[in-house]
């Protein structure tokens, strides 16, 4: 099972940038499909990225679609997520998830926080 820790967040002002991180550790994270997942309080989890387990294909939200861009880099077991032109709507506690067909594991979370 891997484990995994997100970081890069913090806060910017509307039309900033921030690059999000996701470090695995454990075995095999070259087979795990990573998604990032956004969610506010009071609010359900949001899916807004998904890259597959060797990185050719990618699935974003309608809402971020055009403004995120996620990528992964196996040799180092780390995956990211570029957030350009953020809004206020993105405001959010950010997630990532690793799953195969036989194991999910989760991040604690990273807090991103758009004001101006």
């Known amino acids: 099972q891997v484990h995994l820790v997100e970081s890069g967040g913090g806060t910017v002002q509307p039309g900033g940038s921030l690059r999000l991180s996701c470090a695995a550790s454990g075995f095999g994270f070259s087979d795990y499909t990573v998604t990032w997942h956004r969610q506010r309080p009071g609010e359900e989890r949001e899916l807004v990225a998904q890259?597959?387990?060797?990185?050719?294909?990618?699935i974003y939200s309608d809402t971020v679609r055009g403004r995120f861009t996620v990528s992964r880099d196996n040799t180092k077991n780390m995956v990211w997520l570029q957030m350009v032109n953020l809004k206020h709507e993105d405001t959010a506690g950010y997630l990532c998830?690793?799953?195969?067909?036989?194991?999910?594991?989760w991040g604690q979370g990273t807090q991103v926080t758009v004001s101006s």
């Open positions: 890259i597959s387990a060797v990185g050719r294909s990618t």
């Open positions: 998830q690793a799953r195969t067909c036989r194991d999910t594991a």
